[in-house]
Nanobody
């Protein structure tokens, strides 16, 4: 079993910052792409940022220049530093990781439970 545990969400004022963390644990052979998605009420889940195991990154246009994704491969952990937060960033943020859970297993995607980020004055 592979688990993704997120932390770092909360309430912040517009213009503020938050840092999200997501640690993968359990039966892991290798971790590949890791990313953050978000889902606002009444909207579809959307990609926020993605990072490969070699450190290549990709961002949604709406967060470029404000959010930074990074990872620590020794800890199987991905981070999302969110600066200059706006009310429209309010959503549940989900961590996703592509993991090979065992030496004879195939790559599959796993999701965290989600963490609420609310940007409001």
């Amino acid at each position: 079993q592979v688990q993704l545990v997120e932390s770092g969400g909360g309430l912040v004022q517009p213009g503020g910052s938050l840092r999200l963390s997501c640690a993968a644990s359990g039966s892991i052979f290798s971790v590949h792409d890791m990313g953050w998605y978000r889902q606002a009420p009444g909207k579809q889940r959307e990609l926020v940022a993605l990072i490969t195991n070699l450190g290549r990154t990709n961002y949604a246009d709406s967060v470029k220049g404000r959010f930074t994704i990074s990872r620590d491969n020794t800890k199987n952990t991905v981070y999302l530093q969110m600066n200059s937060l706006k009310p429209e960033d309010t959503a549940v943020y989900y961590c996703n990781a592509d993991v090979v859970p065992g030496v004879l297993s195939f790559l599959r995607g796993y999701w965290g439970q989600g963490t609420q980020v609310t940007v409001s004055s």
